[in-house]
């Protein structure tokens, strides 16, 4: 979730399973939290770190 995302108490998510971006109403204390990290991501990302370990443990993960 990228913080251009968050507007006037919304959260949009995008490309949802019918396609369509999807707007959902969050309260007032999470949006002003979400709101203080400003654009960009708005939380880490572990999937690369995640996905390293996954092929060093020799799982044969499957992509996607």
């Known amino acids: 979730m990228r913080g251009e995302q968050l507007t006037h108490g919304l959260v949009t998510f995008l490309d949802t399973k019918n396609n369509k971006n999807k707007p959902i109403p ?10 203080q990290k400003g654009s960009g991501h708005l939380f880490n990302s572990y999937y690369v770190d995640l996905y390293s370990i996954v092929k060093n443990l020799e799982l044969n993960p499957t992509k996607g």
């Open 26 to 35: 969050v309260g007032y204390k999470l949006n002003a939290q979400l709101k």
